[in-house]
């Protein structure tokens, strides 16, 4: 019997995770029929409707067009929204990504109608619960029914947890599929070019996480290493609304510069595609963020990562991968970057599994499961 799956995207992230996923599910019409559901959390084009374009992903079945607020409105709203959805469409599985907070709303919301759920994804711990994306992923995890893991040792960390084995499928890091498919056409962009840069010879910026830019104090501490930094190479930024709006809250403008490139100093350009962001990324001296998926990205492009956070959920990309943690603090971000900026090309491995195959495993467990009536 047909399948009805349910996919939810919300936010930027999602959608590298959710296409290869998608467009693997389609190759098995028999088997699956496909609803994908678009809660609209990242509501500005580059950030959304650009990525549908770029990875091939039809037009959502269903918009909800959510938006931002807060936490609890964002979720409240994405629950009584999806409800509705779920009610009409009568899906026999939900798969939801990540962890933002449509990952949470969408996950509960599921398994109070008694819809089984499979979370891509699982296993990630910042260990912070001052993180929402901590929550939103311990509560996804506890109540899931299948748990696609992008590592092992995130494995390790469900079973610590009491999560029953047979639950646990070590998959590995679907984002990386998206990332080796799209690679050549994201290369042909030659995008740094475009903008007048150098191939490593500036540093491609992303900094959004409310810990490092609704403080005040934390924000300029980051700023005044960058400005440092700057002197040496030019820092590139495809500003998020967030940081934007703070910046000007905080009247912080002086330290970036929003006109045009300019060399030696921290330029914010507007979000961009995903093709024009990897090629940034790949041809950057080494890459700054509090970004989750960058930590990925470039650890499987060589490229080194400093990470501006406190924590990492992905430990791996640290132990294995081109990762270096190094919190906020300005002389520590500072330290590390004269440390790893004289070395261009970063000397990590990759994790197993992250080789551009995780959607076939999923599809592969999801048609196992399904066969033996699991959903």
């Known amino acids: 019997m047909r399948k009805k799956i349910c996919f ?4 930027r992230p999602n959608f590298m995770k959710i296409a290869p996923i998608y467009n693997e599910i389609l190759k098995f019409p028999k088997e699956f ?3 994908l559901v678009h809660t609209g959390q990242h509501y500005d084009k580059n950030m959304s409707d650009t990525f549908f374009d770029q990875l091939n992903i039809p ?4 918009s909800l067009g959510l938006g931002s607020g807060t936490h609890a409105q964002q979720t409240a709203r994405t629950m009584i929204a999806f409800e509705t959805v779920l009610n009409e469409k009568k899906p026999d599985l939900v798969v939801v990504v990540g962890d933002v907070n449509a990952t949470l709303a969408c996950s509960i919301t599921a398994k109070k109608l008694h ?3 499979a979370h891509i994804e699982s ?5 912070d619960q001052m993180m929402p994306e901590e929550i939103n992923r311990l509560v996804t995890d506890k ?3 299948f748990l696609y893991t992008p590592s092992e040792d995130a494995d390790q960390q469900l079973l610590k947890e009491g999560t029953p084995k047979e639950n646990i499928i070590f998959v590995g890091n679907v984002m990386i599929d998206t990332l080796k498919t799209f690679k050549p056409k994201a290369a042909a962009t030659k995008y740094f070019k475009k903008l007048g840069l150098t191939k490593q ?3 491609t910026l992303t900094l959004h996480r409310p810990s490092n830019v609704d403080d005040k104090v934390v924000f300029k501490d980051i700023l005044t290493a960058l400005k440092e930094i700057s002197g040496h190479f030019t820092i590139i930024c495809p500003i998020h609304p967030r940081t934007k709006k703070q910046i000007k809250e905080f009247k912080l403008d002086a330290y970036v510069n929003m006109d045009g490139i300019k060399k030696n100093k921290i330029n914010l350009i507007e979000p961009i595609g995903y093709f024009e962001m990897m090629n940034l990324v790949m041809n950057s001296r080494l890459v700054l963020t509090d970004s989750g998926g960058l930590q990925e990205e470039t650890t499987v492009l060589k490229v080194p990562c400093i990470t501006l956070r406190e924590n990492t959920e992905r430990p791996i990309t640290i132990t294995q991968g081109s990762n270096h943690l190094v919190g906020t603090s300005s002389k520590k971000i500072c330290d590390t970057f004269y440390k790893v900026s004289r070395k261009p090309q970063s000397e990590s491995q990759i994790p197993k599994y992250w080789d ?6 999923i599809v592969k467990d999801l048609i196992k499961q399904s066969k033996a009536g699991r959903f």
């Not at 939810?8 to 936010?11: D, K, N, R």
């Open 8 to 11: 939810v995207a919300a936010a």
């Open 33 to 35: 029929q496909a609803i």
């Open 59 to 62: 037009k959502p079945n269903i």
């Open 115 to 117: 819809i089984p759920v």
């Open 123 to 127: 296993g990630l711990r910042s260990f």
């Open 143 to 145: 109540i899931s029914d």
């Open 201 to 203: 010879q500036y540093i």
């Open 356 to 361: 551009g195959n995780t959607a076939k495993r």
